[in-house]
């Protein structure tokens, strides 16, 4: 089993799944189809399945062109939102393709069609990946659009959490470097948090992924994974698991972006005065 992983949009990843004995593939979260379909004729695989987490058009908006581009093509999903689906699913269902296994996981919160897929290959030596849309990133987790800080705790405690450690976590956006900021401010001593931050920092700067983590990993960076720490406690103010998760994602949709340095021209263009007309007629 073979994960490409397909940086699209702005900060966006879908993933190619190739089972590399047949060359059959799936894909999850197909949003930008001419490159899937560019990595597809690269990689010389033919499309079996979609595999989507949720409705979002940042993760779903593909779905109908391929599958008018591709006759029989199966689009799978827990949310009659998502556009083209041919089989929705439910929680614990497992589907196999070719050698992969696939079960799976619901996950309500950012929507409440969320799901998530977890893939295996019996008798492989590999890790088992995990696709996890926008229920777990790398270092942080989804705003709740459509649910609760309860969904959300059962999500990455019960459903995702109790997954094997050397879970690889491919999630469904490249966010890592400011969640793992907003994690250094609720953890300022943790060690991992610093070392996983400059290493992300280093992979921004390259244009390269940071992901797959693992889930083992997640446990030792991840504050919505550590709502029992002590130092997330104190940080929040909170003691229950379920409001420390609750107080985090509300301090994490607050965390601002660093202010960004004026460009240069735009400053000189003020300075001189060029703007001036524009301004005067509002």
């Not at 949009?9 to 949003?31: F, G, P, Q």
């Not at 940080?235 to 965390?255: M, Y």
Request: charged share 25%.
């Amino acid at each position: 089993m073979k994960v490409k992983v397909i940086s699209v949009l702005e900060d966006n990843y879908m993933y190619l799944v190739i089972e590399e004995s047949t060359r059959h593939a799936l894909a999850v979260d197909a949003a930008v189809p001419k490159r899937l379909l560019e990595i597809i004729r690269k990689e010389d695989v033919v499309l079996r399945a979609i595999l989507t987490t949720h409705h979002h058009w940042d993760h779903a908006r593909g779905n109908e062109e391929l599958a008018q581009l591709l006759p029989g093509l199966q689009v799978f999903g827990a949310d009659e939102r998502i556009g083209a689906l041919t089989h929705r699913v439910s929680h614990g269902q497992e589907l196999s393709f070719g050698a992969i296994k696939v079960r799976c996981l619901f996950t309500p919160c950012h929507t409440s069609g969320h799901m998530c897929y977890f893939m295996w290959e019996d008798d492989s030596p590999d890790a088992p990946a995990l696709f996890s849309g926008d229920t777990l990133f790398v270092g942080g987790c989804g705003q709740f659009f459509e649910g609760t800080a309860e969904q959300m705790h059962t999500n990455l405690t019960q459903t995702l959490g109790t997954l094997p450690k050397d879970t690889k976590v491919f999630c469904g956006h490249e966010c890592t470097v400011r969640n793992l900021k907003f994690a250094l401010k609720v953890e300022p001593e943790n060690e991992v948090v610093k070392e996983k931050l400059a290493w992300a920092k280093q992979r921004d700067d390259e244009d390269l992924p940071t992901v797959p983590s693992t889930l083992q990993e997640e446990f030792l960076y991840n504050p919505f994974l550590r709502v029992t720490e002590e130092a997330v406690q104190r940080f929040t103010g909170r003691t229950d698991p379920v409001e420390v998760l609750r107080a985090l994602r509300s301090h994490r949709d607050n965390f601002k972006k660093p202010k960004e340095r004026p460009n240069p021209q735009a400053m000189l263009a003020f300075d001189w005065g060029l703007f001036g007309p524009f301004l005067e007629k509002k």
